[in-house]
């Protein structure tokens, strides 16, 4: 093998594998801001909060699918001495994005962007003749949509509550107004404004969070 | 430029070209036998039923992250003439695989290996005095499961039904009698066995698919 051959072979493997290695770190995809801290690692991928020009909130797509956190019927938030409300009252079914759930599994917080979703369902019986429930309710179709989302840089209390009247309702909703449902969720919620004293899901995430949390 | 220079530079270029494609090729990863087949593509990943050596199903895991479906309070299959049963009853929640329901949502039918789960939670109250809730009930900790599971392969009628009584129990159970669970679903199920007439998102789904299915 002459001098210039060895060189040509020298140069040819040479280029062969920058370009292997060039390849095996493009294949492997950008570098995420993420992929450094776990913090925001478990965060990849969520749904945010969206806003029109004015601030109002943008109706959350794809809750369906997030993970389910609990169900009520016929909450109300009266006092004692008012008259019960007829019939059995609204199914609420409540979801969080599954990364805010998994965030809050670890590290017992809800981190920023956390969206919560209530739908309310109309209790249904639909006891007929070919139909076998004799007894109880179970949750028809949603009626309407709670919202409540967890943004300090838009809210100067972190969290805003957000009402959606109808099933279709397109209209970005303005957040309400504070003594209409955070200043409940302030002095009640168990957790940062949330109610998890309602959910089994989240409660047992506290606590066991609470029992094994080391500072 | 001497015959051999070119010669290796026309190797070099041939080598570099090879490797690049060979890499290209290998970076979308190897190729699934599902590829070629949507149906199968929208199952992959999916959590199976597992069985024991005697057929016990094994208690299926993390299905509180799956696709929440519906609930209801209090839903009794009774004889009318029966006496009404005491108190609210329990809160059922029925989960299903992510991939299953988009199954569903996309041709209409429940795939082999379909797990529902339901959970029963006691109804609670929590009515005390740092506590806000005046009426209604919240669904409180689990207390069982119950899981049917679609496996032909495994039950000559497609569907079986599982019963696992506390929150925490570790013990595969057996498919239940087909005249305490099967027979009544088979009666009464809108779809396929399941009842789908109580569950907004799939009778929804349903409805949909009737709608727009073309032969």
């Known amino acids: ?3 210039r051959q060895r060189l040509s072979l020298f140069s040819l493997v040479l280029m062969t594998t920058i370009t292997t290695v060039g390849f095996a770190i493009l294949s492997r995809g950008p570098l ?7 913090k925001q690692k478990i965060l990849e991928g969520m749904t945010l909060p969206e806003y029109d020009a004015r601030g109002g909130l943008i109706r959350p797509e794809g809750y369906e699918r997030w993970t389910f956190i609990g169900t009520s019927l016929g909450i109300r ?21 599954p990364q805010a759930y998994e965030y809050y599994l ?16 109309a209790a249904s019986k639909k006891s007929g003749p070919d139909l ?45 107004p504070q003594n209409l449902c955070y200043d409940c969720h302030a002095e009640h919620g168990q957790a940062d404004n949330v109610f998890t004293q309602f959910y ?7 606590e ?8």
């Open 1 to 3: 093998m002459t001098g």
């Open 106 to 121: 670890r590290f017992g917080e809800f981190p920023e962007k956390t969206l919560f979703v209530m739908t309310n369902c």
């Open 132 to 176: 076998i429930n004799k007894h109880g309710h179970f949750a028809g179709k949603a009626t309407g949509l709670e919202v409540s989302v967890k943004d300090t840089e838009k809210f100067s209390e972190s969290w805003a509550y957000f009402l959606f009247t109808t099933a279709g309702e397109r209209k970005p909703s303005r957040a309400l």
């Open 208 to 215: 066991s969070h609470l029992k094994t949390a080391r500072p």
């Open 200 to 206: 089994g899901m989240l409660e047992q995430a506290r």
């Open 32 to 38: 995420r801001a993420g992929d450094a801290d776990p």
């Open 77 to 97: 938030y009266l006092e004692t001495n008012d008259p019960p409300p007829k019939g059995p009252g609204d199914f609420h079914h409540v979801f969080i994005q």
